[in-house]
């Protein structure tokens, strides 16, 4: 068995080697198959970025998540009762939330580099043990190097739907913290169920618009509210669920709150502030 080192060839140079050679000599030698997973193992691991561009690029891209989600056309969306000085000042605040979604990204796109080196050897692995030995003049080496190579090909498409979902996650996470510093009382859900070509889970399009009670909130303790369509804290919370893209409008004040979800006390509460304002 002859095959030419693979030192500073590409990925896609020592998988044409190998699909030419085993097409030649077929499975003849398990050593020979055993060489070239490991040749293109260490290819396909160098042709990635390494961890360190990685990490750069997964921080690029939740800080500006994260600015996004602080801006005041953002938080106007998301937390309509709360001044722009409020969330400025809970801002140093909100920063363990990006970190934690970076670490999040880079780990989980780690785990999906790993699987699809694995399954591109597999691939390889599996159409090596076909050749009959002595070779084929059939393999249609183009097709088959395109079917092996298309994990690794995937990799840029998944990054960024792994991008896009920690996004929405730590955006979703940053309005709940938002939330909690700013005495919240209720939550709307919102469902983007009627874009078009979105793929929306039916029970997230059956809360799209509904108010849901933040337990323990000063309203409820002091008996202002009911718990309205529910308590959050019983279901899924807004980009929770992989690639989610409902976000939560917050609530801090009665009269924000639809009226069925204000007890007697608070139905009082919210007249005698009204009187207050207009005396």
């Known amino acids: 068995m002859s ?18 050679d085993i097409s030649e000599n077929g499975y003849d030698d398990p050593m020979r198959l055993q060489e070239w997973l490991r040749r293109l193992r260490f290819a396909a691991m160098a042709d990635l970025p390494t961890d360190a561009a990685l990490q750069t690029r997964m921080q690029m891209a939740m800080e500006a998540v994260f600015k996004r989600s602080i801006s005041k056309t953002a938080t106007l969306r998301h ?55 002595g070779g ?38 940053i309005n709940a913290v938002i939330a909690e510093h700013t005495q919240a009382i209720a939550m709307m859900w919102r469902s983007h ?24 909130s000063w309203a409820m303790q002091q008996g202002l509210v009911n718990k309205g369509a529910g308590y959050v804290d019983e279901m899924t919370a807004p980009s929770e669920e992989p690639f989610c893209r409902c976000y939560g409008v917050y609530l801090n004040n009665l009269r924000d709150l639809p009226p069925e979800m204000l007890t007697e006390k608070g139905k009082r509460a919210l007249e005698e502030t009204r009187i207050r304002r207009t005396a």
Do not use: C
């Not at 937390?79 to 809970?90: A, N």
């Not at 393999?139 to 896009?164: G, M, N, T």
């Open 79 to 133: 937390h309509p009762g709360v001044s722009r000085f409020t969330i400025e000042r809970i801002t140093p605040q909100l920063r363990p939330e990006l970190d934690r979604r970076i670490r999040a990204s880079v780990q989980l796109i780690k785990l999906d580099r790993e699987k699809a080196v694995e399954t591109t050897l597999s691939r390889l692995s599996g159409w090596a043990t076909s050749i009959p030995e």
């Open 193 to 216: 169920w009627r874009q078009s070509g979105y793929d929306y889970r039916p029970d997230h399009k059956e809360r799209d618009k509904l108010v849901f009670a933040l337990r323990g």
């Open 136 to 173: 084929s003049r059939a393999v249609e080496k183009p097709e088959v190097k395109q079917h092996i190579a298309k994990p690794l090909r995937s990799l840029s498409f998944e990054e960024r739907r792994v991008a896009i979902d920690q996004g929405h996650k730590l955006m979703s996470s």
């Open 3 to 20: 095959i030419r080192p693979a030192i500073n060839r590409t990925f896609h140079d020592v998988l044409t080697e190998a699909v030419r």
